[in-house]
């Protein structure tokens, strides 16, 4: 059976048209009595005054009607548009119920951001995640919800432990006939760090500032010394600062010469020494005889500091750094900087108030005039120079000792030291790089001092087997040379000079960039000076097909640079003074560093 569908508003009007049709009907019937068509006329009558009536009725509900489902519609869009927003924005939020400061929501940026899952945020309370007390908290929420104050700044605890500086934006709003805040979080961490260390800057630069002046002003060394410390505490922000003379008895205290922000008596209650004893243990007897500067992170947590820790802590203080002043090259006093806070001297400072110590002891210890200085510095750097020639004597003459064990490469490393060299010049490595490299180039064979001589001079072909013993030699030069202390890597760069680009090459296999330059640079020295040699077994190579042979595996086994580099040397006399006169006959330190 057919049943006729209406919406609310047609229901309404169509009941209204019947009972208002029955109602007209009925009192015509009752009341107008007689005459039919009478009745007839008065009832078309009614009937078209209802059906206008429920016309109007009908329109008047559609209006009403209409509205509060756009308004509705429009609700919803906006908690759908409001919903997306929330879910995909890149900033951690968050809603929350001011009355029990429980989260109600979290966005899938607010997961990221604090490492929970979102069911585990929806199920704390925002307590759990501030610092503050609960109290601060909701005294902060009551500010939010009425809208006296929405910019705040919190720390934030997350699920790893790690605490972030943030900056929350909290507005009330209305969802689903709940009051709820809605907060953006915004992680400052990293700016916060970077003012810090801005404002760190700043202050130390005030301070060297201010220290310099002090210095300046002042020519007696005890007036010097007041005038640094004071500046140290009042401008360097440090909680104490003091000045101790080094006795030449290493078991004697150190003598104090200065010190300010000392409020305890701290300096009255210790006993620092610079001998072996555990009063030495500290930043301040390390630095002395170390001649470094030297810092305790965690007073707290340093053994160093197990003799004063407590008078330490009791004075408030968390970490400390140390510098020593030099005289004639003899550590003569200690700078001591004391802070209350852990980790309070980063690189940064370390190297600012290095630099300060080096101005204190000349302030403090300078007699001799500019010139006595400028004599001291020239002897020290002729005392270097000798150093470095004996230096390249004693690699010479290992060099040479070598070569006696294996009579058919004799003069080979030499040739292949003043080729290395004339390639790095070519490729603009610094003079220290080339000193590296030349010293390196001498001593690359060294490992064959472990391989027996019968297989370094047998006149044949290696078998298979003395092959894969010399091979060791690369590493076994590089064990040799790491107990040496150079100050460059030279056990590095031997160890690594049969290594080739494409990870062929040996003892490790490693290939690319792994392989140091100056390392690629003695490789294809070595393998130019092997190919164009005469050797028992077989002729040397020409220089065109040594270098073909070269080309052949650029960005292979050897680097295009070096190899592009090694060519030009070769073919702009490079071989005739190399493959032809046997061996550079003039100091291969003279002809290779500039």
């Known amino acids: 059976m057919y049943r006729l569908k209406l919406d609310p508003k047609e229901r309404i009007s169509y009941t209204y048209f019947l009972i208002s049709t029955a109602w007209i009907i009925a009192t015509d019937l009752l009341f107008v009595k007689g005459d039919f068509r009478q009745v007839l006329y008065q009832s078309c009558k009614g009937l078209l005054f209802a059906a ?3 016309y109007l009725l009908y329109l008047l509900i559609e209006k009403n009607y209409g509205a509060k489902q756009k308004i509705q519609r429009e609700r919803n869009e906006a908690v759908e548009t409001y919903t997306q927003l929330f879910e995909q924005h890149g900033l951690p939020q968050l809603l929350i119920d001011p009355l029990h400061g429980k989260i109600i929501q979290a966005n899938d940026a607010a997961v990221t951001f604090y490492g929970w899952s979102k069911e585990k945020i929806c199920s704390m309370s925002i307590s759990e995640i501030n610092l503050l007390s609960e109290d601060e908290i ?7 919800r009425s809208q006296h104050g929405n910019h705040f700044k919190f720390v934030h605890r997350r699920a790893n432990g790690n605490t972030r500086d943030v900056e929350v934006y909290s507005h009330p709003v209305q969802l689903h006939g709940q009051k709820l805040l809605y907060s953006i979080i915004v992680d400052v961490s990293e700016k916060k760090q970077a003012q810090f260390a801005l404002l760190r800057s700043n202050q130390l630069l005030k301070l060297l500032v201010a220290s310099i002046r002090a210095m300046m ?7 010097i010394a007041d005038a640094v410390t004071q500046a140290l505490v009042e401008q360097g922000k440090y909680a104490m600062a003091w000045i101790g ?5 290493p078991s004697m205290p150190i003598a104090l010469l200065s010190k300010w922000g000392d ?3 701290y300096l009255e209650n210790i006993k620092i020494t610079w001998d072996s004893t555990e009063t030495a243990e500290g930043s301040t007897g390390r630095a002395i ?11 707290q947590h340093d053994a160093g500091y197990r003799h004063w820790r407590q008078s330490a802590l009791y004075s408030g203080f968390r970490s400390s750094a140390a510098f020593p002043l030099f005289h004639s090259s003899r550590v003569v006093a200690v700078l001591n900087l004391y802070s209350r806070e852990p980790n309070a001297f980063d ?10 110590a080096g101005d204190l002891s000349r302030a403090l210890y300078t007699t001799e005039s500019l010139m006595e200085y400028e004599r001291i510095d020239a002897e020290r750097l002729a005392a270097i120079s000798r150093s470095k020639e004996a230096l390249l004597e004693a690699v010479a003459a290992l060099s040479e000792t070598l070569e006696v064990r294996d009579p058919y490469t004799a003069g080979h490393q030499r040739r292949v030291a003043w080729l290395a060299v004339a390639i790095g010049k070519q490729l603009g490595l610094t003079k220290q790089r080339l000193e590296a490299l030349n010293i390196a180039a001498l001593l690359h064979d060294i490992g064959k001092i472990a391989i027996p001589s019968e297989i370094l001079s047998k006149p044949t072909r290696l078998s298979r087997i003395e092959f894969e013993l010399i091979k060791q030699h690369p590493q076994v030069g590089e064990e040799i040379l790491k107990k040496v202390s150079f100050e460059w890597p030279i056990a590095t760069i031997v160890g690594q000079h049969h290594e080739r680009l494409d990870g062929t090459g040996y003892p490790r296999g490693i290939m690319g960039e792994e392989i140091m330059e100056e390392s690629r640079i003695l490789s294809v020295a070595d393998v130019m000076e092997a190919m164009i040699s005469h050797r028992p077994y077989r002729p040397g190579l020409s220089l065109e097909h040594a270098c073909l042979e070269l080309e052949n595996n650029i960005n292979k086994k050897y680097d295009a640079n070096v190899v592009n580099a090694c060519i030009k040397i070769m073919r702009d006399g ?3 003074f190399l493959g032809m006169s046997g061996e550079p006959t003039d100091s291969i330190w003279l002809k290779c560093i500039p």
Do not use: C, M, W
């Open 52 to 54: 206008i009536t429920s």
């Open 138 to 144: 909701f005294d902060e929420i009551a500010a939010a």
């Open 217 to 223: 002003r002042h020519y007696n060394k005890q007036e």
């Open 245 to 249: 003379e080094v006795p030449d008895n």
């Open 263 to 265: 409020t305890t008596g």
């Open 289 to 299: 005889k170390l001649g470094k500067p030297q810092t305790s992170t965690d007073i």
């Open 347 to 356: 690189d940064e400072e370390i190297y600012y108030l290095e630099a300060l």
């Open 574 to 576: 490079g071989y005739q």
